[in-house]
T-cell receptor
């Protein structure tokens, strides 16, 4: 069984300040982890993915995430928020078990960026 | 290159009608997923195909929901006797095989059941 918890449904930051979007997961096996962004009326876009090669993962638009196995966390960060970052962000756990793929989305975090 | 396309983009159905939603994945992508995204929620897994084989349909909410991918490319999600609670955006995603490969999402079909 696997699950994803996004700890904040809404996060509000001022433009130019750091962003932290929190994600905790549980999985019976070593999962792969993803962050997706969804802008209003747009499709889901991949920000970054954890593939076990490195625990600190860099993505697009200055975002990065650190995989911490001991804390079962995969928090998304950005040093300086931009107005265009306002969107909904989803943490995703994906597990390949015996050729079957299980994909679980978190409930999402809406990021508001205040000018 | 072409991404994942879905049609129709919007569908309004009267309660009790049957609907069919189409997904055209990226050419050559082995895996295809369907998700249901209710308003203000994250996508919920419905079903998953590897080529033409439906490997997991555990997320389909009832036996009114049926999905197929007969030739391993285009997929259709059919909902029979639609109910108001079926109103949602239905997302399709395709990927090359392998757990680490990115899922490419289509724009979704917004279904409204009146």
């Amino acid at each position: 069984a696997q699950s994803v918890t996004q700890l904040d449904s809404h996060v509000s930051v001022s433009e130019g300040t750091p962003v932290l979007l929190r994600c905790n997961y549980s999985s019976s096996y070593s999962p792969s982890l993803f962050w997706y962004v969804q802008h209003p009326n747009k499709g889901l876009q991949l920000l970054l993915k954890y593939t076990s090669a490195a625990t600190l993962v860099k993505g697009i638009n200055g975002f990065e995430a650190e995989f911490k196995k001991s804390e079962t966390s995969f928090h998304l960060t950005k040093p300086s928020a931009h107005m265009s970052d306002a969107a909904e962000y989803f943490c995703v756990v994906r597990l390949n078990s015996g050729g079957y793929q299980k994909v679980t989305f978190g409930t999402g975090t809406k990021l508001q960026v205040i000018p | 290159g072409a991404g994942v396309s879905q049609s129709p983009r919007y569908k309004v159905a009267k309660r009790g009608q049957d609907v069919a939603l189409r997904c055209d994945p990226i050419s050559g992508h082995v895996s295809l997923f369907w998700y249901q995204q209710a308003l203000g929620q994250g996508p919920e897994f419905l079903t998953y195909f590897q080529n033409e084989a439906q490997l997991d349909k555990s997320g389909l909410p009832s036996d009114r929901f049926f999905a197929e991918r007969p030739e391993g490319s285009v997929s259709t999600l059919k909902i029979q006797r639609t109910q108001q609670e079926d109103s949602a955006v239905y997302l399709c995603a395709s990927t090359e095989s392998g757990t680490y490969n990115e899922q490419f999402f289509g724009p979704g079909t917004r279904l409204t059941v009146l």
